[in-house]
């Protein structure tokens, strides 16, 4: 049973064959998560160090020199580093929204499909409601209301997004909840609980992973956006996005300020898409 | 189809008059909008002035009787900034936000179609995967990146194009590019899937066999079939370019309505944002309004139930 059950997710895990865009992907994404993760104890410099001497030094190649391998702003601080401290609040932020989003849609279509009636409707209209609403024009809002600090950006980041694996779990449950192994279960004495989380959930795994890598590139883009119009991660704490919106009235004076940690976004973003790409076109899901 | 139009039309005015109120609320716990804009150390004096110049002395309940009233007369309150009706300092930004909107979808869609159905057509060969890398690059390139890009080649470095505002024609051209780009990826993937979807369908072949030229087929016959997709997406677009406007108004100094919400929030304008939302849903109801019923002309056959198919939303 559980054998039958978990062969979605065990398919795709156990193809051992990569494509190079895939593992070039999968490489940026190392690289990036261990900057993040392991740059600033590694590089071990103050990433708020002010250095007035060694002010918007450009990076290597540019005409800087190696002690800034990817330049300096406006206070001397080492972007490198910088962008390295930056990649962990984004790279989080983007992270936590992501796996509470999924977990609310998850549970609010299974709660949808299985009770029905007042639920369904209540819920679906709040699908419906959401699906329609630009959802960073609403975000600007509530950072209008509520204040931007780390706590409203990740409510932000995790209500995004939400009605997507709440329509795709609704709609996947309700079709399985009528397949023989369900009505197995439930004669074995199987109580609701087990049977959405061990089978129905196993079941539709793969296509909420893939759904997840199409929801992380724009949650990171949700907050880094919200970041870079000042709405976001204040300072001390630095985003991507906050940097580049900090780096951009010296932006004809030294673009590395705001273009580098820009960049870092937009590559982060497209290997995640990529993936997903290669992910749905082996798993056959259609995606859009 | 009369009914029909009139059981979403009742449905979209109960939805704004909900909206309405969440709005107002909304705004209201967001703490005392007085000393929100002007400063915690402002003095006891100047903030009863404020309140009661404002109405905001008065009970919420009251406050929020007197917010519909107001509505009701088109009187949406005044800019704490500036002093003047909130009505009038948004109107005057709304024709530059429309002006790039309108541009922006149109080049999108310029773009888009043609280069989707190309990469439908010749499936698998190499347009199809310059099509499909596109439009990867397309959407998962940050538009306040592109846009800083932009101006950096085109400012700096070429010295052709101006930085910023919307005084004349070319000042059009940066805006325009950096909102489309996105939308360029999103439209020309949804065609090419919907197209597939079609031209592997069985009437479609029984058209070609009949002797009809291909060109015949792919533009009588499958284009109008893959058409309900394609209007789902840019239903969906209209959200996303105006949130896209907001970030490119700021990049660009664009003097349009996102530009005036980013400041607004910034120096805590209250009633001038929650016009702006006020604005946004109902014009995203009527939106989604003017697609179901396009969904009926296109496609007959689709009934009452069901009717916002919606499939995930375009940023």
Known sequence: MTDLSTKPLAMWLRLPKLSAAGSICGLWLLIIVIAGFAGPAILGIDPNGVDLLARLRPPVGFGGTVDHLLGTDQLGRDILIRICHAVRVSLLLALFGTLIGAAIGISTGFLAAHFGGVVDDVISTLIDFQAAMPFLILAIAAVATLGSNIAVLLVLVSVFGWERYARLSRGLALSYLNNGYVVAAQTYGAGWGTIYSRHILLNILAILIVNITLTFPEILMLETTLSFLGLGVQPPHASLGSMMNYGRDQLFKAWWISILPGLAIFLTTLAVSTIGDILSNRLSIDRR | ?315
């Open chain 2, 1 to 315: 189809m009369t009914m029909f139009i009139l059981s979403k039309l009742s449905r979209a005015v109960l939805t704004i008059l909900l909206a309405l109120a969440f709005a107002f609320f909304l705004m209201r716990i967001a703490g005392d909008p007085a000393l929100a804009f002007l400063g915690v150390d402002a003095t006891p004096e100047a903030v009863a002035i404020f309140r009661e110049k404002f109405g905001l002395d008065q009970p919420l309940p009251v406050q929020f009787l007197y917010y519909m009233a107001n509505l009701a007369h088109g009187d949406f309150g005044v800019s704490l900034r500036e002093g003047r009706p909130v009505i009038v300092v948004v109107s005057e930004v709304v024709p530059k936000t429309l002006q790039l909107m309108g541009l922006g979808f149109g080049l999108a869609m310029l773009i888009g179609l043609p280069a989707g159905i190309l990469a439908a057509v010749y499936r698998g060969q190499f347009i199809d995967r310059l099509v499909m890398v596109g439009s990867v690059i397309g959407f998962s390139l940050p538009n306040f990146l592109l846009g800083l890009m932009l101006l950096l080649i085109f400012t700096l470095w070429l010295r052709l194009l101006p930085s910023g505002g919307a005084d004349t024609a070319v000042s059009f051209i940066m805006p325009t590019v950096t909102l489309a780009t996105a939308f360029i990826g999103v439209v020309s993937r949804y065609t090419r899937s919907s197209m597939i979807g079609v031209l592997n369908r069985p009437f479609l072949r029984a058209a070609r066999a009949r002797g009809l030229p291909a060109s015949t087929v792919l533009w009588r016959h499958a284009l109008p079939n893959a058409a309900i997709p394609i209007v789902t997406v840019t239903g969906l677009m209209f959200g996303g370019l105006l949130g896209g406007a907001s970030v490119i108004e700021t990049v660009f100094a664009w003097p349009g309505m996102g530009r005036l919400l980013v400041t607004s929030v910034l120096s805590s304008d209250l009633p001038v944002i929650q016009f702006i939302v006020i604005l946004l849903v109902i014009t995203m109801i009527f939106t989604n309004f003017a697609v179901d019923v396009l969904y009926r002309i296109l496609d007959p056959r689709i009934g009452h139930r069901g009717s916002m198919p919606v499939a995930g939303s375009a940023r």
